[in-house]
């Protein structure tokens, strides 16, 4: 059974799984690493703009709102960065794991970044609706809802996600040179050539061998002759 797994693991569609699940394990790290950086950035520039739209508009009726249209354009910003960042890494580690750019792959990836999207926007509502409480004065006019920012930001990622899919079906995302299965492939191609080359030879040029396979016979034994007696 352990020769049996071993033996399977070394199948060409098992390295390439395999391959193809290192990859992702990249992509999350790097992405991960991104997302800190980034999220550290917004959350001081957030402060920071919060901090002097509270010092400008102390007691002001609609503070809350206006608040969220000052933020709108960082959060936006952000989230357009962060994806960017996102298909940056996908582009390289698909030409190493060309899994990565399949449609489905790709489907996958978009179908996250848009529930970013939304998430951000429940979470962005959430705040608001926080605000408006601890103000004490009901926001009269939902200047909070510009939607149409997030669509943009969502039209941002079906667009990427295309030029990746078109660039993979015109071969742009596939590796320039071998991938390690394929030069391995050829490795072994090449060693089986040259044996065969070898044996040939010798097959062709060493007596030993030819008579060794059959090809020569030994030449028959010469009869002795008798010595003629006195």
């Known amino acids: 059974m352990k020769a049996w797994t071993k033996l399977t693991s070394l199948l060409p569609s098992k390295r390439r799984a395999a391959r193809t699940a290192k990859c992702l394990q990249i992509e999350q790290s790097e ?9 550290r950035a917004v959350d001081e520039e957030i402060a920071r703009i919060t901090l002097e739209h509270n010092q400008r508009y102390v007691g ?3 503070a809350p709102g206006l608040l969220e249209r000052a933020l709108l354009p960082t959060r936006v910003e ?18 190493e794991c060309p899994d990565l750019l399949t449609n489905a792959s790709l489907k996958t990836l978009e179908d996250e ?3 970013s999207v939304e998430i951000s926007r429940v979470v962005r509502d959430d705040e608001f609706k926080m605000r408006v409480a601890a103000s004490g004065i009901p926001e ?3 200047l909070y809802r510009d939607d149409a920012e997030y669509g943009e ?14 660039s993979n079906e015109v071969g742009l995302g596939k590796p320039s040179g071998l991938t390690r299965d394929q030069k ?3 490795g072994a191609v090449i060693v089986a050539v040259i044996l065969g080359i070898i044996t040939i030879a010798l097959t062709l040029t060493v007596p030993e061998v030819r008579r060794f396979i059959g090809l020569d016979k030994p030449p028959p034994a010469t009869p002795a002759t008798a ?3 006195k």
């Open 153 to 166: 930001v969502i039209a941002y990622v079906r667009r990427r996600v295309q030029q990746l899919r078109l």
């Open 60 to 62: 002001n009726v609609q």
């Open 113 to 115: 970044m848009i529930r």
């Open 227 to 229: 010595t003629p007696s």
């Open 140 to 142: 009269r006019r939902p």
């Open 31 to 39: 992405y991960g690493n991104v997302v800190a950086r980034r999220r």
């Open 184 to 186: 391995i492939n050829i």
């Open 78 to 95: 952000y989230l357009r960065g962060l994806f960017g960042e996102h298909f940056e890494i996908r582009q390289r580690l698909g030409k």
